[in-house]
């Protein structure tokens, strides 16, 4: 059994990362999988895709590296942890790194980038930042 499903998503991608891998698998759920599509539109993944059958769903994430082999993801640390839930409102979601990064929030309207929870003016629980 898996206490933090999120915190396995993300060490999954930064173990690939290091290891500079084309692509990873992770566990299918439909959040990872609105997570992965966010970072598929925010530009630090490259593609996610759905592999396998019902019981045995996983996603096929293929990862994003720059001309020098050097990966597009610079750092990914979980803020919310299932010991310490973080919650923010749209006010004091700060940016990260001078915009240069971005946290991943998770709304009541679905799962949210810092600068579009601002924007929609929602709050929600920062699950991790990315930069």
Same mark, same amino acid.
């Given at each position: #059994? #898996?206490?933090?499903?999120?915190?396995?998503? =993300?060490?999954? %991608?930064?173990? @690939? =990362?290091?290891?500079?891998?084309?692509?990873?698998? +992770?566990?299918?759920? !439909?959040?990872?999988?609105? &997570? %992965?599509?966010? /970072?598929?539109?925010?530009?630090?993944?490259?593609? *996610?895709?759905? @592999?396998? !059958?019902?019981?045995?769903?996983? &996603? %096929?994430?293929?990862?994003?590296? @720059?001309?020098?082999?050097?990966?597009?993801?610079?750092? %990914? *640390?979980?803020?919310?942890?299932?010991?310490?839930?973080?919650?923010?409102?749209?006010?004091? /979601?700060?940016?990260?790194?001078? $915009? =240069?990064?971005?946290?991943? +929030?998770?709304?009541?309207?679905? *799962?949210?980038?810092?600068?579009?929870?601002?924007?929609?003016? #929602?709050? $929600? !629980? *920062?699950?991790?930042?990315?930069?």
């Amino acid at each position: #059994m #898996m206490t933090d499903p999120i915190a396995d998503m =993300l060490t999954r %991608l930064r173990n @690939a =990362l290091k290891a500079r891998h084309a692509s990873v698998i +992770v566990p299918y759920s !439909e959040f990872r999988h609105a &997570l %992965l599509k966010r /970072l598929v539109d925010t530009g630090f993944v490259k593609a *996610v895709e759905t @592999a396998g !059958e019902a019981p045995k769903k996983n &996603l %096929l994430v293929h990862l994003k590296y @720059a001309r020098d082999k050097q990966s597009i993801i610079s750092g %990914l *640390v979980r803020v919310s942890t299932p010991g310490r839930r973080v919650y923010k409102s749209y006010r004091d /979601l700060k940016s990260v790194m001078n $915009g =240069l990064g971005l946290f991943m +929030v998770s709304t009541p309207k679905g *799962v949210f980038t810092d600068y579009e929870a601002r924007e929609k003016k #929602m709050g $929600g !629980e *920062v699950l991790f930042k990315i930069w």
